[in-house]
């Protein structure tokens, strides 16, 4: 498949945002948070993961309500792609040195904030920039690419902490700054070549016109039965996909200790995770279009179910490997298929208010299974049992999602839409 220079446009950002994901939300900070001496468990990182997640979720639906005016889209995705990148390299301005872990936080919930509001604007391009038909396909190309280009900044992070040592802060701060200007410099050719092609005429008195129109569709939503159910199974399924991604290196190194997990391996596993999802990202968009993007989904909630079974029992390096390679195989596809399965059942000129709800969805979701792990962890002393609580989210997630059409009964879900 040939792809035009604004899905090419739109894949770079995939490449760039990820790095983010890989190095800030999974791998850095969490090592960094621990190095602090007044931080009694690297655990407590999901009360914070879920304090930026509710932010995100009350600004999600307003700001994408806003943003389906003509050319305010792009607006929107500028400014908040540019408070996740300054905030990213702000990390590295806090020492452990300096007992200022609060200070810390303060940057990443602001570096979670832009991520997460650049991606509202981000995800709702893809009616811009393709067609139903590809949808899937770019889709799928988005998140492979985004794995497999993260490696690079993540690599040169570690060759950086190596060389300047594991146990020092100054090669993770460096790994921010590197973090940071991969994010903004892959940004650049969307800013430069995606355009708004699908939107709401501009009217007076936008801010309130927007609430207005907020506040109808979601009295309404329920008439949507494909969007409204949707909705509710990816509440569920994707809080149990970022929890997974957010809770992993604090939960493996509670389970296995700091001794037997070294920094090094630890990092290395999370490196493996990103090269197995590159090709099985891929690998989901093609089987996508011959077994239905909803039956590719249901795969993935099965197999993230499998590895939450496999993570209460892993006693070894080796175990903690074979889960990263089961929790790779499905996150890009669980992840990309979501967002083209849903981009295709929306009216496209309200893309933004609906991937604002999409949004909110997935960030409130994303306060439950941090919070479950931490709760958990901290009544129990016992973090193994944290990771028995995400598996009922895949399961309702996946009870709902069986009553959604396949991909052939999209199209009249968009009709009655519109």
């Known amino acids: 498949m040939k792809l035009s220079k604004e899905e090419i446009s739109w894949i770079l950002v995939d490449c760039g945002n990820s790095a983010y994901s890989m190095a800030v939300t999974t791998a850095l900070l969490p090592i960094v948070f621990g190095m602090f ?27 994408g309500t806003i943003a389906d005016y003509k050319d305010k889209k792009k607006r929107f995705f500028v ?10 390299a702000a990390l590295a301005l806090v020492s452990p040195s300096s007992g200022q872990w609060q200070l810390l936080i303060f940057f990443f919930i602001l570096s979670a904030i832009g991520f997460s ?11 811009d920039v393709t067609s ?8 799928s190309m988005g998140f492979a690419f985004g794995y497999i280009a993260s490696v690079i900044p993540f690599g040169i992070s570690l060759g950086l902490i190596f060389l300047m040592g594991m146990d020092e802060a100054i090669g993770y701060q460096i790994g921010f700054i590197v973090t940071a200007l991969w994010w903004g410099l892959f940004t650049i050719p969307m800013i430069r070549d995606a355009k708004q092609r699908y939107y709401i005429e501009p009217e007076p008195k936008p801010v309130i016109n927007s609430f207005k129109r907020l506040a109808n569709t979601f009295k309404h939503i329920r008439s949507h039965k494909t969007v409204f159910v949707f909705l509710a199974a ?55 279009k011959r077994f239905s993007t909803r039956t ?40 990309a298929l979501s967002r083209s399965y849903y981009a295709k059942i929306v009216p496209k000129e309200k893309s933004n208010e609906f991937f604002g709800f999409y949004n909110i969805f997935g960030k409130f979701s994303a306060i439950v299974g941090p919070t479950i792990m931490a709760v958990t962890t901290t009544l129990t002393g016992n973090a193994r049992l944290s990771i028995l609580g995400i598996i009922p989210l895949f399961v309702i997630g996946f009870i709902i999602f ?17």
């Open 402 to 418: 069986i009553a959604l059409p396949g991909d052939q009964g999209q199209s009249s879900e968009v009709m009655e839409c519109i």
């Open 117 to 127: 509001g650049a991606n509202i604007f981000y995800d709702a391009f893809i009616v």
């Open 79 to 88: 400014f908040f792609t540019l408070l996740g990148v300054f905030a990213t």
């Open 132 to 139: 139903n038909e590809r949808m899937d396909k770019v889709s």
């Open 296 to 335: 590719m989904i249901m795969v993935a909630i099965v197999t993230y179910i499998t590895a939450c079974i496999a993570a209460f029992f892993i006693t070894s390096i080796g175990h903690v490997f074979i889960l990263g390679a089961m929790i790779g195989s499905a996150q890009g596809g669980i992840q």
């Open 234 to 288: 990816y509440f569920f399924y994707i809080d149990g996909v970022d929890t997974i991604i957010k809770m992993v290196v604090p939960y493996a190194t509670e389970i296995l200790g700091k001794d037997s997990l070294d920094t090094v391996t630890l990092l290395g596993i999370l490196l493996i995770i990103q090269i197995i999802a590159f090709p099985c990202a891929l690998i989901y968009g093609n089987l996508a």
């Open 37 to 63: 001496d007044n931080v009694q468990s690297s655990m407590d990182l999901g009360y914070f993961n879920s304090m930026a997640s509710i932010l995100i979720a009350i600004l999600s639906p307003i700001l």
